[in-house]
């Protein structure tokens, strides 16, 4: 997905500042699919205003600073549907969590449960929100309620499936653990043996 895009459609929706884009939108209506910081929204709303993409024009306010306020022009909306009609690729996949898991085999038993449990423990709450946000957002019925939330699902969906998978690694976590329990003194009781050079040696 493409922050431009993301911002033309809130603006297609709304005329709004850069700051209201961040708070209400990004921190708010789209938190559980995109994510974008001020500096990140500031400067693709200079990269579409240079490109007629968008326009703006001060609110002048007497007792605070002024306002800029941003509005989509008839090129954006027309980029905006182009974009929204095209197939893109896959996004691709990044997650901190599992590079850090990938490489946590040196960890003791209860570091490495204690990782996957706090994991869990932070997409539970992610789920508990976003039901509860999907419950508050039930009854619209027009299209853009209805595919807004289909998002939500979605993100619903991912938040349960990574649940699912973070008990069965529990699940595994604690079988290794109990084998490891079992083998004679002075050998091996971590979940994963060092690893070792081509010589034997721990690396």
């Known amino acids: 997905m493409s922050l431009e895009h993301a911002i033309l459609g809130f603006l297609r929706e709304q005329a709004m500042t850069g ?3 961040k708070t209400v939108c990004f921190d708010h209506d789209a938190q559980h699919f995109w994510t974008a910081d001020q500096a990140q929204i500031y400067r693709t709303l200079d990269r579409l205003e240079s490109r007629d993409m968008v326009t703006s024009r001060v609110r002048r306010q007497r007792s605070r600073p002024d306002r800029k ?6 090129a954006g909306s027309d980029e905006l549907d182009r974009w929204a009609a095209a197939t893109g690729p896959l996004p691709p996949l990044r997650d901190p969590f599992l590079i850090q898991l990938r490489f946590a ?16 423990e932070a997409m539970q709450e992610r789920l508990e929100s976003l039901r509860a946000r999907a419950a508050a957002e039930a009854r619209g019925t027009g299209r853009d309620a209805v595919l807004n939330r ?3 699902e979605a993100a619903i969906s991912d938040a349960r499936a990574n649940i699912d998978w973070l008990d069965d690694s529990l699940e ?8 490891e329990r079992n ?5 091996q009781r971590r979940l994963f043996a060092p ?3 081509e010589k034997g040696s721990p690396s």
């Open 19 to 21: 700051y209201d884009l």
């Open 183 to 187: 083998v004679p003194p002075g050998q």
């Open 172 to 179: 595994t976590l604690l079988a290794l653990a109990e084998q």
């Open 150 to 152: 289909l998002t939500l």
């Open 69 to 74: 306020i941003y509005s989509i022009t008839p």
């Open 105 to 120: 085999d040196r960890l003791s038993d209860d570091d490495l449960l204690r990782i996957v449990r706090e994991r869990r």
């Open 195 to 197: 690893r070792t050079d």
